[in-house]
């Protein structure tokens, strides 16, 4: 590996510019949005579920555990997402 790979690697990599105000209000609503919007499903599918099914409080907890955690990733996911788009140079 040369010196002049390393260069071109370098200025291949676009910089970012600097968080704005606007920028930060942006994700945050975003994510606080779908955030909110995710949460609300899977509680309403977590009581939908355990009223059909009868289920006890050990089964209700098994239930918000393995409905509970592909919807914090889809959360945070979201929240990756919307941060990317709002920071990217094209976008803005």
């Known amino acids: ?4 790979t390393t260069a071109l690697r370098q200025q291949d990599v676009a910089p970012r510019g600097k ?3 606007a920028q930060t ?3 945050v609503s975003v994510t606080l ?4 919007e995710v949460a609300a499903a899977s509680a309403a599918s977590i009581w939908g579920l355990s009223g059909l099914l ?3 409080a050990v089964g209700e907890i098994i239930l918000s555990a393995i409905i509970g955690v592909p919807a914090l990733y889809a959360m945070v996911r979201c929240g990756q997402l919307a941060f990317a ?8």
């Open 1 to 4: 590996m040369s010196f002049e």
């Open 19 to 21: 968080l704005t105000l």
């Open 25 to 27: 209000v942006g994700f």
């Open 33 to 36: 949005f779908i955030s909110t």
């Open 54 to 56: 009868h289920l006890q």
């Open 85 to 92: 788009a709002e920071t990217d140079p094209e976008n803005n």
